[in-house]
């Protein structure tokens, strides 16, 4: 990989815990014995480049792995392992994607830009623009929850564009909508290429990708299949898909199981190790590889995970809340309860002598 690149992603990884229920969640996070959750792994290692002002399609079946990898180049979710390199503002379009149900089209329109650092006068400036692009008419004023996925898409879309973003990232966003918008979105993917501008374009739709990709990879089940140019990818694709469709039911779900729990049971130690001696292999003479492998792995990774010294100072602070309020019911101070702990049992009352009618 050289640094003439927009975007690099390498040794990529995504893990998801598989908690059968909240409750089970709590009791992993409390547990000393560390329980054993059950992980899939979205991702498995995925390496790729997308060089400035191309356009690189995302391909795959269902649950491949194409969303997480968009989501995780364009901030919204972070990796597990390896490097995300993105250089340049990022603006991510999928259905109704950051889009707030209980706000209107237009304060969505306002947020949005704000969020992607335009002042109040440069919204103003653009407002008519994104509003003649998404064409949503008076739902404009109308809650987003009210909207069809078209209408989601038609409004995300336009605010995606018209904030100028360095690379554009499109997560099926023409998959809904009807033909004169879908042109509309072509054209100004097309007016964006032409300005050397960056797109990731996710789709399931091959025609889409055949008109506006320059190169295409291939994300089959967590992993990285193929990247290559745009007619040869979605060629090979195609013949997978045809495969496919030829088998029994069964053969078909036998298949899809066999990729799940590939995905279930990949082990990162084991594929750490594998970079490792594949770039030892490549470099006899290089020194401190094992070091360096790991800190590409984890250096630039915010783990999700707390370790046992967060988890014990969470339940420390959780135990100090819980006496601070039974100090607070009992009435008693906290210098009376440090030194006769039986008093948080025992609610302090004020006694009163019945003959004299005056407070003991």
Known sequence: MDNSYKIKVQN????????????EKLRSFFSLRGAKVPHFWSLMGISLEVKSGETLGLIGVNGSGKSTLSNIISGIIPQTTGVVDVRGDTSIIAIGAGLRGNLTGLENIRLKALMQGLTNPE???LMDDIVGFADIGDFLYQPVKSYSSGMKSRLGFSIAVHVNPDILIIDEALSVGDDTFYQK??????????EGKTIVFVSHSLKQVEILCDRV??????TLKEIGATADVVKHYRAFTKWFKGQTKKEKKHFQRQMKENQKSFDIDAYQQQV???L??????????AAKVKKD????????????????????????FVLTCLVNISGHSVGDVVQHPGNLIHPETVLHDTDAGNPR
């Not at 990529?12 to 409750?23: F, G, N």
């Not at 979105?185 to 032409?194: N, S």
């Open 12 to 23: 990529v990884t995504k893990e998801y815990d598989l908690y059968k229920s909240q409750a």
């Open 123 to 125: 919204i103003d400036a």
């Open 185 to 194: 979105c072509v054209d100004k993917i097309a007016e964006f290429k032409d």
């Open 217 to 222: 990879a291939w994300i089959h089940y967590g």
């Open 276 to 278: 490792t001696d594949e």
């Open 280 to 289: 030892q292999a490549a470099d006899p003479n290089a020194t401190n590889v």
């Open 297 to 320: 792995f984890y250096g630039s990774v915010i783990s999700e995970k707390m370790g046992w010294g967060t988890r014990i100072l969470a339940f420390a602070v959780a135990i100090v």
